[in-house]
C-alpha cells in the first residue's frame, strides 16, 4: 500500500525579534541629535531606543514520516511542542522551512473553531460555504446537508447568523462539514475539547467510522490520552520541534506520561499582602514518600500546607478531583459532618487520605479549596496529575476511562497547626 502522507525532513523556522528598551520622549530624541548628530547616528540610536536582536526558533526540524491511506494517526506532546505547526504546514496555511510535504489526495482541516465562516452569515449559509471552501461541489453539499445538519443539532439555530452561535456550536457545525464531505485526509487538532463530553464521543465515533468504512485518513492532535488510545492505531511524540519516538499507541502515550513532569510537590509563591494562602501541596505513596503515581490497591494521601496571615472564622477545606483535565468528578469536605472550622494567624497542614480502589485506572487533577458558605477564600489547582496505575502492571500508564469507583466515599481529613 502506497503512503498517502509522506513527510520528509521538514522543518519550520520563525525569527523572533527581542527588544530592549523603554519609552522614548521626541524631546529627548531631538535634543540628542542637536548636539552630536553622527555619534547620535552610529551610537545613541540603540542607547536610547534600546537595541533590536533577532533569533531563529525552530517551530519544527527534521521532522520524518508516512501515513498509509486508512491510518488514524494520534500527535501528541506538551504546549509548543509544534503539533499545531505541524497540521498547518500539511494543510497548507503555512510553508515550510526546509524539506516537503507530500499529501497524496484531497485534504480537510478543522484546525481553529470557525475556520471559513462568515459571522453574519447563517448556518445553512456557512455549510455551503464552508463546503465550498473545503473544495466540495454544490451536488455534495445538498446531498449531505441534512446529515450535517442533524449531526450538528442545530436545527432549531439553522437560520441564525452564526455571530450568535457559542464556541461549542461553531466547533459542532465546524466538525459535522468536515466530516461528512469525504475528504481523504481530515486533519483535527484540540479544537474538539471546546465541544461537551457528549459531542467529543460523538465526534470519536464519527471518525473511527469513517476511517473503517471509507477508508479515510485521519492525523488527529489531542491531549486526551484516552481518546488517542482508543481511536488511534499509531502515535507521534513530539518535543520542542523534534519527533521523540513513532510508534504503537500505547508504548508513546506510556513514555510521554513518563516524560512528563511528574513532580510530587508544588510550591506557591507567597504573597504577605494576602490573609490566607497555600505554600505547598504534596502527593504521598502508601509509605509516606513523595509519589504522584499510585497502583490503584495503595492508599495514598494529598498533603496540603497552607498560612492564615489574620484569623478565618467558619471555613471548610475542599479537595475536588477532575478528570480529563476540565471534567469533576466529585468534592470532598473537611468535615464530614460538614461543620466550620475557625483558623487563628498561623500555619497549618492538613492531611487528606485517599483509600485504594477510589478511583480507576488513569490520570487525574485536583484543587484545593477554602471558602466559606458562598465565598471562596482561595482556589488553587494543583498541576500535579495524580495516576493511578493499574495493579496488574504498574508501570502501566495508559488511561482507560475516568470514572470515580466510589462516588459516596468521605475521605479522612487532618490538620495541625505547625506554627
Not at 504503537?248 to 494576602?274: C, W
Not at 482507560?400 to 506554627?419: F, I, K, M, N, W
Request: charged residues 25%.
Amino acid at each position: 500500500m502506497s503512503a498517502i502522507i509522506e513527510v520528509k525532513n521538514l522543518g519550520k523556522k520563525y525569527s523572533i525579534r527581542h527588544h530592549r528598551g523603554g519609552y522614548v520622549a521626541l524631546r529627548d530624541v531631538l535634543a540628542n541629535i542637536a548636539k552630536s548628530p553622527f555619534r547620535f547616528a552610529k551610537t545613541k540610536v540603540k542607547e536610547i531606543t534600546g537595541v533590536d536582536t533577532r533569533e531563529d526558533f525552530w517551530a519544527l526540524r527534521d521532522i520524518n514520516f508516512t501515513v498509509e491511506q486508512g491510518e488514524v494517526i494520534g500527535i501528541i506532546g506538551k504546549n509548543g511542542a509544534g503539533k499545531s505547526t505541524m497540521l498547518k504546514i500539511l494543510t497548507g496555511i503555512t510553508p515550510p522551512t526546509t524539506g516537503e510535504a507530500r499529501m497524496h489526495g484531497h485534504v480537510s482541516s478543522l484546525l481553529e473553531v470557525g475556520t471559513g465562516f462568515h459571522p453574519e452569515l447563517t448556518g445553512r449559509e456557512n455549510i455551503f460555504l464552508n463546503g465550498a471552501i473545503l473544495g466540495m461541489s454544490r451536488r455534495d453539499i445538498v446531498k449531505n446537508f441534512d446529515a450535517i445538519v442533524a449531526f450538528a443539532g442545530i436545527d432549531q439555530f439553522l437560520d441564525t447568523p452564526v455571530k450568535y452561535y457559542s464556541s461549542g456550536m461553531h466547533v459542532r457545525l465546524a466538525f459535522s462539514v468536515a466530516a461528512h464531505l469525504k475528504p481523504d485526509i481530515l486533519l483535527v487538532d484540540e479544537v474538539l475539547a471546546v465541544g461537551d463530553a457528549e459531542f467529543q464521543k460523538k465526534c470519536l465515533g464519527k471518525m473511527e467510522e469513517v476511517t473503517k468504512q471509507d477508508g479515510r485518513t485521519i492525523l488527529f492532535v489531542s491531549h486526551n490520552m484516552s481518546a488517542i488510545l482508543n481511536l488511534c492505531t499509531k502515535t507521534i511524540l513530539l518535543d520542542k520541534g523534534k519527533i521523540v519516538e513513532i510508534g504503537e499507541t500505547p508504548k508513546v502515550i506510556d513514555r510521554y506520561l513518563g516524560n512528563a513532569h511528574m513532580n510530587a510537590a508544588i510550591d506557591f509563591p507567597q504573597d504577605p499582602s494576602k490573609d490566607i494562602q497555600i505554600s505547598r501541596i504534596s502527593i504521598l505513596n502508601e509509605t509516606g514518600e513523595p509519589s504522584a503515581r499510585i497502583p490503584i490497591s495503595e492508599k495514598s494521601t494529598i498533603e496540603v500546607e497552607f498560612e492564615a496571615r489574620t484569623s478565618v472564622e467558619g471555613a471548610l477545606l475542599s479537595l475536588l478531583i477532575y478528570a480529563n483535565g476540565e471534567m469533576l468528578l466529585w468534592s470532598s469536605e473537611s468535615d464530614k459532618n460538614a461543620s466550620l472550622t475557625d483558623y487563628a494567624p498561623g500555619k497549618y497542614k492538613t492531611t487528606i487520605a485517599l483509600p485504594a480502589f477510589l478511583l480507576n485506572v488513569g490520570t487525574y487533577f485536583f484543587d484545593i479549596r477554602l471558602h466559606k458558605p458562598w465565598v471562596v477564600l482561595l482556589d488553587e489547582r494543583a498541576n500535579l496529575p495524580l495516576e493511578i496505575l493499574d495493579v496488574n502492571n504498574p508501570k502501566s500508564q495508559i488511561m482507560r476511562g475516568h470514572h470515580p469507583g466510589r462516588l459516596a466515599a468521605v475521605l479522612d481529613y487532618a490538620t495541625t497547626r505547625t506554627s
